[in-house]
Nanobody, 123 residues
Framework: QVQLVESGGGLVQPGGSLRLSCAAS????????MGWFRQAPGKEREFVAT????????RYADSVKGRFTISRDTAKNTVYLQMNSLKPEDTAVYYC????????????????WGQGTQVTVSS
């Protein structure tokens, strides 16, 4: 079992930055592929970014490439999402997720989900 708790959401102006954190329970954190997803009002949940446990291979949605960076700190059992140059269309609830399989995360079907944290980009 893995429990995920997100933090770091909030209100930010367009062009601003936020860093989301996701603290994971369990002693096998390094074996999990971690991902970030988001869901805007009236829209389906979408993939944002993922990072593997081995070699920290990353992948991003085209809409955030070059602006968002996913990283992980194995010693702290935490994964981060650094979001720069934020746009109003980035407004959504952001969810942290985990699974042992990379393709499962990319497909949007990871086993474990956090409760979500709201990010609002508005002037």
């Amino acid at each position: 079992q893995v429990q995920l708790v997100e933090s770091g959401g909030g209100l930010v102006q367009p062009g601003g930055s936020l860093r989301l954190s996701c603290a994971a329970s369990g002693r096998t954190f390094s074996t999990y592929v971690m991902g970030w997803f988001r869901q805007a009002p009236g829209k389906e949940r979408e993939f944002v970014a993922t990072i593997t446990g081995s070699f920290a291979v990353t992948r991003y949605a085209d809409s955030v490439k070059g602006r968002f960076t996913i990283s992980r700190d194995t010693a702290k059992n935490t994964v981060y999402l650094q979001m720069n140059s934020l746009k109003p269309e980035d407004t959504a609830v952001y969810y942290c997720a985990a699974d042992t399989d990379f393709r499962t995360v990319l497909a949007g079907n990871p086993d474990y989900w956090g409760q979500g944290t709201q990010v609002t980009v508005s002037s």
